[in-house]
């Protein structure tokens, strides 16, 4: 750096001389004398002060922005985290009311069929290769014993397969070892369904027998286990082979047990 003055003293002494006595000169237009050189002093020193200046506004530009983007990200952030905290609240409040739906479904149910009952929640699901079960959360302590029915306000869910003092396995109508006596709402007929893992079959029906798709099937009270009239399943197929005395006779449960989550016990 000292070398670089050195060898361009000169010209830096008069450089400086110059914006010296251009400094003065404008100080003196500015105040008001040598007014014939008001305004090519001001154009000069003009130019000059929007070339110093413009590097401090623009990074006073900057600043400003990069403080606005900064604000906004934390704003953004905040909304984010409060739009987070009401989707959670509503999905709470949602499963809430859901559950006081099915609460009063039951309690509806209840009312309509006078019977000594228990309520339970479902507390663990078994879906394995050649059963349907689940167990609930309450059990011998709460007076249920095997082989009781156990409902939901949809209609019949299954049967209680074994039991502890806290909480209870059932079957589920769609296991394979399930067996309810039926019979068709619209005629009376009579048949046995046995679960078939995803569905249930309508055993021992007369080929001759009228049972067509739609029909819904109620329990026909002869099995000693559930009571007269409750609804079990809907008919979806059926098929007749001149082979067999039987129809075929395919249903879907009433209950969706697959999304159950309250059933009630029927005690007596």
Same mark, same amino acid.
């Given at each position: 750096?000292?070398?670089?003055?050195?060898?361009?003293?000169?010209?830096?002494?008069?450089?400086?001389?110059?914006?010296?006595?251009?400094?003065?000169?404008?100080?003196?237009?500015?105040?008001?004398?040598?007014?014939?050189?008001?305004?090519?002093?001001?154009?000069?020193?003009?130019?000059?002060?929007?070339?110093?200046?413009?590097?401090?506004?623009?990074?006073?530009?900057?600043?400003?922005?990069?403080?606005?983007? +900064?604000?906004?990200? =934390? &704003?953004?952030?905040? $909304?984010?985290?409060?739009? !987070? *905290?009401?989707? /959670?609240?509503?999905?709470?409040?949602a499963e809430l009311l859901l559950e006081n739906e099915r609460f009063r479904d039951l309690l509806g149910f209840r009312k309509l069929h006078p019977l000594t009952s228990v309520m339970a929640e479902v507390i663990a699901?078994?879906?394995?290769?050649?059963?349907?079960?689940?167990?609930?959360?309450?059990?011998?302590?709460?007076?249920?014993?095997?082989?009781?029915?156990?409902?939901?306000?949809?209609?019949?869910?299954?049967?209680?397969?074994?039991?502890?003092?806290?909480?209870?396995?059932?079957?589920?109508?769609?296991?394979?070892?399930?067996?309810?006596?039926?019979? +068709?709402?619209?005629? =009376? &007929?009579?048949?046995? $369904?046995?679960?078939?893992? !995803? *569905?249930?079959? /309508?055993?021992?029906?007369?080929?001759?027998?009228?049972?067509?798709?739609?029909?819904?099937?109620?329990?026909?009270?002869?099995?000693?286990?559930?009571?007269?009239?409750?609804?079990?399943?809907?008919?979806?197929?059926?098929?007749?082979?001149?082979?067999?005395?039987?129809?075929?006779?395919?249903?879907?449960?009433?209950?969706?047990?697959?999304?159950?989550?309250?059933?009630?016990?029927?005690?007596?």
């Amino acid at each position: 750096m000292p070398g670089f003055i050195a060898r361009h003293a000169k010209p830096l002494a008069i450089l400086a001389l110059f914006l010296a006595l251009f400094w003065l000169v404008t100080f003196q237009v500015k105040a008001g004398r040598l007014p014939f050189l008001e305004r090519p002093v001001l154009a000069v020193s003009g130019f000059f002060e929007r070339i110093i200046i413009a590097p401090f506004r623009f990074a006073e530009s900057a600043l400003r922005g990069y403080v606005f983007l +900064v604000g906004t990200s =934390r &704003e953004n952030e905040r $909304l984010k985290q409060e739009r !987070d *905290r009401l989707r /959670l609240e509503n999905s709470i409040t949602a499963e809430l009311l859901l559950e006081n739906e099915r609460f009063r479904d039951l309690l509806g149910f209840r009312k309509l069929h006078p019977l000594t009952s228990v309520m339970a929640e479902v507390i663990a699901k078994d879906a394995a290769p050649s059963s349907r079960t689940i167990t609930i959360n309450r059990g011998s302590d709460e007076g249920i014993a095997k082989d009781m029915a156990v409902v939901s306000a949809g209609g019949v869910v299954g049967k209680v397969l074994a039991v502890l003092p806290g909480t209870a396995k059932i079957m589920l109508l769609t296991d394979p070892g399930s067996t309810l006596a039926v019979r +068709v709402q619209r005629n =009376r &007929e009579e048949g046995l $369904l046995e679960g078939k893992l !995803d *569905r249930c079959a /309508l055993k021992y029906v007369s080929y001759y027998a009228d049972i067509q798709e739609g029909d819904l099937l109620v329990t026909s009270g002869l099995d000693g286990i559930f009571p007269k009239g409750l609804p079990v399943a809907t008919v979806v197929k059926v098929s007749k082979h001149e082979a067999t005395a039987f129809q075929s006779v395919l249903a879907v449960p009433t209950v969706g047990l697959t999304r159950l989550e309250e059933v009630l016990v029927l005690t007596k």
